[in-house]
């Protein structure tokens, strides 16, 4: 099936410390891979996106590599802020152009 | 920044009230979908529309209904409130075919039914 899976949360880091949400997803051909982010309080945003194998989006700091052979797009950043607080969304395009999801992870940065 | 909208940010209604939350873009967007975000953070759609008149269930059941008269509308009605509708629900909308570009979504409604 089409499904993404995210580690779970809450991931809590003390700023400049370096993070990582892990995030695989099972397909059939290579579909688009994005990650969103949700602040407190406000709708998701667009953080990146990779459309093809060895893609790295890169946004804000944060970088994902669309890994074919693991099937991986997990998010990294090296340096995380308070203001990096959020929801994490790891999602796939499906066969039917829709969006599918992972189940978000928390991510707390204490100063 | 994305254009669409959504109306009310927050709304508290008793119970067995009918409710319609709005969504507007105005990209000119054909696709566009709800979604409703449980506490636990997880969204699920519950309906998309490729175009005007074109609505369908998404991949959770839900009493609610929407319409696509215009391309930029897509509004969400609850017939009877209860309150096991209280949830954050967020519009969303891309353009087809557009599958490297993902989706825009709104601010989201964040309703809760006393």
């Known amino acids: 099936g089409n499904s993404v899976t995210q580690m779970e949360g809450p991931v809590t880091l003390s700023e400049e410390a370096f993070l990582t949400i892990n995030c695989t997803y099972t397909a059939t051909g290579y579909p688009s891979l994005f990650w969103y982010v949700q602040y407190p309080g406000e709708g998701l945003q667009l953080l990146l996106k990779a459309t093809k194998a060895d893609d790295k989006g890169s946004n804000k700091g944060f970088e994902a590599t669309y890994r074919k052979e693991t099937t991986s797009f997990h998010l990294e950043k090296g340096s995380v802020q308070v203001s990096d607080s959020a929801v994490y969304f790891c999602a796939r395009i499906n066969a039917g152009n829709m969006l599918t999801f992972g189940g978000g992870t928390r991510l707390m940065v204490k100063p | 920044e994305a254009d669409i909208y959504q109306t009310p940010r927050y709304l508290v209604i008793g119970t067995g009230k009918k409710i319609t939350l709005e969504c507007s873009q105005t990209m000119g967007h054909d696709k566009m979908y709800w979604y409703q975000q449980d506490p636990g953070m997880e969204l699920h759609l519950i309906h998309y529309?490729?175009?005007?008149?074109?609505?369908e269930k998404g991949d959770l059941s839900s009493e609610s209904t929407v319409s696509r008269i215009r391309t930029e509308h897509f509004p969400l009605t609850l017939e009877s409130a209860r309150p096991s509708h209280t949830s954050q629900y967020l519009c969303?909308?891309?353009?087809?075919?557009?599958?490297?570009?993902?989706?825009?979504f709104g601010q989201g409604t964040r309703l809760t039914v006393v």
């Open positions: 529309s490729y175009g005007v008149n074109s609505t």
């Open positions: 969303a909308s891309s353009r087809p075919g557009a599958g490297g570009m993902g989706a825009f």
